[in-house]
């Protein structure tokens, strides 16, 4: 039967304690709060994670509304602020211009959006081609926003503190305060690194709590929708962000031994999951990328790197574009063939490295604890009783195998365990595992309870259940639906290219509210919280100014201007070509229209972006 909202059931104290959180999480970034404090919460801290782990522990042990409001409130408090430093410091990286505008691997994914909402196909955005349904999704994000870049990646944040809450919360109820807390902790720490980034782990992170969640119903109430609806969302979860596919051959498995029945176990039931996750994997994987214009081949493309590296001894992806001079998937795929058959123990050398670097303390390690600088003596204590208490969790769900959900958890680790070597850390540190870290977190909840002793369904669960499946639903309808309608909706009308020099480039673009950054003079005005960064932040704050020179050259443009320089990632509507078009003087826009806009700019090339920077600029004229 259908699960309903059952009125009879519902707690408005509840729901207004749902709901205080969740304005809260808006007010917070409302304002400038000093980044001074919010930076602890941008990076892990010991002192900040013996924090975070100490008051989840007292929110967790309160009980009914209390303890909803704290603990969901925490969430968003932590989600808010690690946003917020993003916004006031101005922060810049190899994937991030001064806190909000995406560069390099989350350009690639922001111009896959800004294609489909434009009209365009995606046929030339780097990552966005390999993995069309981050970039996807996040266009129906934006069409909800308003094309407001600042909104939709606040959107997403909030979505993954609130997929995160809901996760532990069945943590909590199924094993205590004590396990609900190791639980979140963890999983905050983890998705910390790439909150408020245009990158796919987000899509990853949110459909895997998700996903998780609603299988963790699958296993108690055995139904079949939860357990189709689970899977659905998990499969697009890990395809958004390439990862622990063995996970799902596990996850049939379990299917056939929790629906079994009078059987011991049923290899009908395992066959059925196998067609439709493969049928499902396809319809995302093929279908959908063609949808959306992406060129044949293009999927997963870079899991050839992957392979390489593994077979030449776990070098690393990039070994294969040093050394055989091509992008060519199909001649990698080749090349890693022909090294396996030489020298067959390399590969088992990689995926030696891969286990290696994934358990153990360092900079690729799945936990949080770096190991290094001035706590390295209590990280490697805080390591070492982690591993001990994910080994007593492992220990424990093997021991409680005859409980469905021990072993749907027990099936999601060792799908986890055996994807590690075609997912080697040194290819991407841990964002690889981003849609199924609730199934690796766990662990450590399990190692600390008596699970799943204590796993008895709550009254509201029903609710709960009905507002899980409805969130899966509009997220599968935005992330797989939506995108190949707007690509078709939109049409692209025959724009007049303005007259410019022979030494200048025209264009035709949209300035979208939330989506550009003004580098501020500091006695030009006020400036300190996106879009409006303080110049001095911005090379303050800059992790890459000194060895690149698309940051450096920014850097130039805004020294020698006399007033704030507005930097804009968009399109050029006349060509389809993503370009940062950069306003020298942003009371250039003084007195214009903001809708369409057209004019003449002077190229600059950097080693990896172009920089268009505008000499004239107009409303365009029809």
Request: glycine content about 8%; overall charge positive; charged content about 15%.
């Amino acid at each position: 039967m259908r699960a309903v909202l059952d009125l009879k059931r519902v707690n408005y104290s509840e729901i207004l304690s749902w709901l205080l959180p969740i304005l809260f999480f808006w007010v917070l970034l409302i304002f400038e709060i000093p980044y001074s404090f919010t930076q602890k919460f941008h990076r892990y801290e010991l002192f900040v994670f013996l924090s975070v782990l100490f008051l989840y522990y007292l929110s967790f042990r309160l009980k009914g509304d209390q303890g909803v409001l704290a603990v969901f409130g925490l969430t968003m408090l932590l989600f808010a602020l690690t946003l917020s430093y993003l916004w006031t410091s101005g922060f810049s990286d190899n994937f991030l211009i001064s806190g909000l505008l995406p560069y390099k691997d989350a350009k690639n994914y922001y111009l896959g959006a800004s294609l489909l909402t434009n009209g365009f196909p995606i046929r030339i955005a780097g990552q966005a081609l390999g993995r069309p349904l981050f970039p996807g999704f996040l266009s129906s994000v934006l069409l909800l926003t308003g094309q407001n870049l600042k909104i939709a990646l606040a959107l997403l944040t909030q979505l993954a503190g609130i997929g995160l809450y809901l996760s532990a919360r069945q943590v909590r109820q199924a094993m205590g305060a004590l396990a609900g807390t190791l639980y979140i902790t963890f999983m905050y720490f983890y998705y910390q690194i790439v909150a408020g980034y245009a990158m796919s782990e987000s899509l990853g992170f949110i459909g895997g709590c998700f996903g998780f969640v609603i299988l963790w119903h699958a296993a108690r109430r055995k139904r079949w929708f939860d357990v189709l609806l689970g899977l659905a969302l998990l499969l697009v979860a890990v395809s958004a962000r390439a990862g622990t596919f063995f996970i799902f051959p596990m996850l049939a498995l379990w299917v056939g031994w929790a629906f079994r029945g009078a059987k011991r176990f049923s290899i009908l039931y395992v066959i059925l999951i196998l067609v439709l996750l493969a049928a499902g994997y396809f319809a995302v994987n093929t279908i959908y990328p063609r949808l959306l214009g992406v060129p044949e081949g293009a999927s997963f493309g870079n899991f050839a790197y992957t392979i390489y590296g593994q077979t030449r001894g776990g070098i690393g992806w990039h070994s294969a574009i040093d050394e055989l001079g091509t992008r060519n998937p199909s001649r990698v795929y080749q090349a890693a063939w022909d090294a396996f058959l030489a020298t067959p123990s390399d590969f088992f050398k990689g995926v030696a490295g891969a286990y290696r670097d994934f358990f153990l303390p360092g900079g690729r390690s799945i936990f949080v604890f770096g190991v290094k600088d001035q706590n390295y003596e209590l990280d490697l204590v805080l390591w070492g009783l982690t591993i001990i208490v994910m080994l007593r969790g492992i220990y424990s769900l093997i021991f409680k195998r005859r409980s469905d959900i021990s072993t749907l958890l027990l099936a999601g680790f060792i799908g986890i365990f055996l994807s590690i070597p075609f997912l080697p850390p040194i290819d991407g540190g841990m964002r690889f595992y981003a849609s199924t870290m609730p199934f690796f977190f766990v662990l450590l909840a399990v190692g600390v309870s008596r699970f799943p002793d204590r796993d008895k369904e709550p009254a509201s669960a029903k609710n709960e259940l009905f507002f899980l499946r409805f969130v899966a639903v509009t997220l599968l309808m935005l992330t797989v639906l939506l995108p190949p309608v707007t690509l078709r909706a939109n049409s692209r009308p025959k724009l007049n290219e303005p007259v410019c020099p022979s030494e200048q480039r025209s264009f035709v673009i949209n300035i979208s509210p939330g989506s550009y950054i003004d580098l501020v003079q500091g006695e030009n005005g006020s400036c300190g919280l996106a879009p409006k960064i303080c110049y001095d932040d911005f090379l303050t704050h800059n992790t890459e100014m000194h060895i690149d020179d698309f940051y450096q050259q920014l850097d130039t443009l805004a020294s020698t201007s006399q007033t704030d320089m507005r930097i804009i990632p968009t399109i050029n509507l006349l060509d389809g070509y993503f370009q940062y078009f950069v306003l020298p003087d942003s009371q250039m826009l003084d007195g214009i229209s903001i809708e369409l806009l057209s004019g003449c700019a002077t190229r600059i090339q950097t080693e990896n972006q172009r920089i268009f920077l505008v000499e004239t600029i107009s409303t365009y004229d029809k």
